[in-house]
């Protein structure tokens, strides 16, 4: 029985001794998912984060300031979501900032990191309205949001069409995964259709959608210029599997972000050639960063991807778009309230408002392309808007355009209207942006 | 030892008939009261209550719920997640709608709008039975759903087409932090599982019963099926419908239809199955087993893997987690079919012999 005994106070001692030489590091919780039916993008992003934290920690840190990260298994689920956040939240002197890549655990966390003050981001997904930084101050949709996807959405096919005046008329199709995300954007798709004048369909896709025959007979019924393709999952090669069953061209189908990677198309084969989808980072392993993730962290053993084929895949540069942003934004508020100190939440959150990814900074990052610049503040949580598009073309995507913006004045419009009502049903007070830095 | 009822003589019919009739239960009882009531607020980290002891109950009430339908009335449901969300998305627009209604009055609206709901969806019981009605109440899962996606009145026409629940305030008494809602929560799930233990020991339990061993037979003693059945939905429904308030109001605070998905009903189902169909108890047993068990062992990984250094990959470490959940559940449901219910009854039974067993 002493054995017992002194192993379980030898573990004990090294508990806390870990913890204790955790005081001086900046700790992130990774609300992860590596099994279930997502682990495929919950891999990808959240081994896309760590790696890059691995680079910035093999390059000594953040002015000397090392990240240090705990994951915990959410398979993806909204209660699991919640206990992880709430286990990890007080761990290694308190979490910095939190990233669930879940909607449904976002939401659980919506009050949660505004009581316990913990900045979250919800990266290319969430509500669109938490772009107002004035009523949502401790949330970030960074980079884009879904509204203003749908808004560069329209302007691509504009461009198609020889700009967006010439949209009058046509008919364009909106399929969508049928719940609270494939919705999100209704909005937009309905200000923009009116002013226009292209017919707008709203196709619903019931989740999982396995079988689409009766929808895409419907499509074929109606005779679209594009279709819309706002799925989630398994449904998404099935799309365009019975597109192509049916005769539907895959190049009038433009896909949302999240019917965008590789795990999207493959199933659907030679289907998906010509199938174009939005983006909010690049892809591949050209760019000076990943090349540096390449041959430092996986050169030296440390790369969290088990499958090496994977870096530079979709959800790994998403992953790895997320984590220059985070580390980006610890490091403004070094530059702020102190370098080589540990920053407190706040701190971090001072440091989310202040990004300014600008050409020249993605530039020295070796980031320049891998996705949009941005430039955040305290009434605007987004900070870019900006979309690319890019092609299947049966073995990687190739980029069609550069990184747009759609109707951003619009959407802005929106976003405020949309928050203003959150802040009266809540009865919040927003922050006054005016009067802060 | 303890644990004997010799000389414990009931005199009058109300003690014949108590619901803990033996001394040492209703010790046992008034203990775990005290504990819920007053230690654990006083002592309980925020951890604690905000990731486990709050969605326990919470979904302890929902499996207590669908146990009356389906472990005393012997009528089989898929749909105890959607009836969730009546309640849940019924609170939330009786509170907006209704300026200065009660909260508890709220979370009952809600509770008596799912009962509703739930007796149109158990129509089909009166003529079908077994798989079929639980493919009938499948239904219930994916309508209910479309419906609070499709028509934007239940969400107030938010364009994400979520809820987010208003504070919860009784009496100008606000409770925000995790040890007021646990409190919040514990009082209206303890009531509950009163009204739900006397319940089944009155006319109506004995007449689910009766209706779930044979129903004919039952019909021929008098009782009348089409009353007992849509009861047991209603009465079901409604403890889903407060369930789903609940687990909206004082834990998840945003949410989407989606969260009560069909994932969300058959965890409900383990549950009871686990825990003990037909028991009151077991709900709860099944709630905490469903719930922790999963926690415990990641924690237990993490804990492993961060103080012998083992390295396990993440993902190993998730897989591990699931396949000894997996195992585990196989396991008990081999040793006790009936469920951990069953094992306390039986520890019971063997712990008033000890120690001379004969």
């Given at each position: 029985m002493m054995w017992f005994l002194r192993a379980l106070v030898g573990m004990l001692l090294v508990g806390t001794a870990s913890i204790a030489a955790a005081q001086n590091e900046q700790y992130i919780p990774?609300?992860?998912?590596?099994?279930?039916?997502?682990?495929?993008?919950?891999?990808?992003?959240?081994?896309?984060?760590?790696?890059?934290?691995?680079?910035?920690?093999?390059?000594?840190?953040?002015?000397?300031?090392k990240i240090t990260w705990e994951e915990c298994?959410?398979?993806?689920?909204?209660?699991?979501?919640?206990?992880?956040?709430?286990?990890?939240?007080?761990?290694?002197?308190?979490a910095s900032t939190v990233e669930p890549l879940s909607t449904g655990i976002a939401y659980g966390l919506f009050e949660r990191v505004a009581q316990d003050k913990i900045p979250m981001t919800t990266n290319g997904y969430g509500l669109a309205i938490s772009a107002e930084g004035s009523v949502f101050p401790w949330v970030f949709p960074l980079g884009t949001t879904y509204w203003d996807q749908a808004a560069a959405m329209i302007a691509y096919l504009g461009q198609k069409v020889g700009g967006e005046a010439n949209l009058q008329g046509k008919k364009i199709v909106f399929m969508y995964h049928d719940s609270a995300y494939g919705k999100e954007p209704i909005p937009v798709f309905d200000a923009l259709a009116a002013r226009d004048g292209f017919e707008l369909t709203?196709?619903?896709?019931?989740?999982?959608a396995t079988t689409q025959e009766s929808q895409w007979l419907q499509v074929r019924q109606l005779k679209p210029d594009y279709v819309i393709?706002?799925?989630?999952?398994?449904?998404?090669?099935?799309?365009?599997?019975?597109?192509?069953?049916?005769?539907?061209?895959?190049?009038?189908?433009?896909?949302?972000?999240?019917a965008g990677s590789e795990e999207d198309v493959i199933p659907a084969g030679d289907a998906a050639k010509g199938y174009v989808t939005a983006a909010f980072s690049a892809t591949g392993t050209n760019f000076p960063v990943m090349q540096e993730i390449v041959k430092k962290v996986y050169g030296s053993g440390k790369g969290n991807l088990e499958d090496k084929s994977r870096v530079g895949s979709i959800y790994h540069t998403r992953g790895v778009t997320y984590a220059i942003m985070i580390v980006e934004a610890i490091r403004q508020a070094q530059n702020h309230f102190g370098k080589g100190k540990v920053m407190t939440p706040e701190q971090v959150r001072w440091g989310l408002e202040h990004i300014d990814l600008s050409d020249a900074r993605l530039k020295e990052l070796g980031a320049s392309g891998l996705f949009p610049p941005v430039k955040t503040s305290c009434a605007d949580h987004e900070g870019s808007g900006m979309v690319k598009f890019?092609?299947?073309?049966?073995?990687?995507?190739?980029?069609?355009?550069?990184f747009m913006a759609g109707d951003r004045a619009l959407v802005h419009k929106m976003v405020e209207q949309g928050a203003a009502k959150y802040a009266a049903e809540k009865k919040l007070t927003p922050r006054d942006c005016g009067k802060e830095g | 030892m303890l644990y004997r009822e010799a000389g414990q003589f009931k005199s009058t019919y109300a003690a014949d008939s108590a619901i803990l009739p033996i001394r040492q239960d209703r010790i046992g009882l008034a203990l775990i009261l005290l504990v819920a009531f007053v230690v654990i607020p006083l002592t309980a980290t925020p951890y604690l209550f905000s990731a486990i002891l709050i969605p326990c109950l919470i979904l302890a009430l929902a499996a207590l719920g669908l146990n009356l339908l389906t472990g005393y009335a012997g009528q089989l449901s898929l749909g105890t997640a959607a009836f969730m969300a009546v309640g849940a998305f019924m609170s939330y627009n009786f509170i907006l709608r209704i300026p200065g209604i009660p909260l508890l009055l709220a979370f009952a609206g809600g509770g008596v709008m799912a009962a509703a709901v739930g007796i149109v969806f158990g129509l089909p019981s009166l003529r079908i039975r077994g798989f079929y009605l639980a493919v009938a109440t499948l239904a219930a899962q994916?309508?209910?759903?479309?419906?609070l996606t499709k028509v934007g009145w239940f969400t107030n026409y938010n364009p994400s087409g979520v809820i987010t629940a208003q504070p919860m305030v009784i009496l100008g008494y606000a409770f925000d932090t995790p040890p007021e809602k646990y409190l919040l929560v514990l009082s209206i799930v303890t009531l509950m599982a009163l009204a739900a233990k006397n319940m089944v020991r009155g006319n109506i339990g004995r007449q689910w019963m009766a209706i779930r061993d044979m129903d004919v037979a039952a019909e021929v003693i008098g009782i009348r099926p089409m009353r007992a059945k849509l009861l047991a939905f209603a009465v079901s429904s409604f403890y889903c419908g407060v369930a789903g308030a609940l687990f909206a109001y004082a834990y998840l605070g945003t949410v989407e239809p989606e969260a009560y998905n069909l994932d969300l009903s058959f965890r409900i189902l383990f549950m009871i199955i686990i825990g003990g169909v037909g028991t009151v108890l077991g709900a709860f047993l099944g709630s905490a087993f469903i719930v922790v068990l999963p926690i415990a062992l990641s924690t237990g990984v993490a804990f492993l893997d961060s103080t012998l250094h083992l390295n396990v990959p993440s993902s190993v470490g998730s897989n591990l987690e699931l396949m000894v959940f997996g195992g585990l559940i196989i396991f008990f449901l081999i040793v006790e079919p009936h469920g951990l219910a069953r094992i306390w009854q039986i520890t019971k039974e063997k712990l008033r012999l000890w120690p001379f067993p004969y």
């Open positions: 990774l609300l992860s998912y590596r099994i279930g039916p997502y682990a495929a993008g919950g891999s990808g992003y959240f081994g896309g984060a760590i790696d890059y934290f691995t680079l910035v920690n093999l390059n000594g840190g953040i002015n000397g300031v298994e959410t398979e993806y689920n909204a209660s699991r979501g919640v206990e992880c956040y709430e286990r990890l939240k007080t761990r290694h002197g308190g709203k196709i619903p896709l019931t989740p999982p393709l706002w799925g989630f999952g398994v449904m998404n090669p099935v799309a365009i599997k019975t597109a192509a069953k049916l005769g539907f061209p895959r190049d009038r189908i433009l896909g949302v972000w999240w890019q092609e299947w073309d049966g073995k990687t995507f190739k980029t069609l355009t550069p | 994916f309508f209910i759903l479309w419906c």
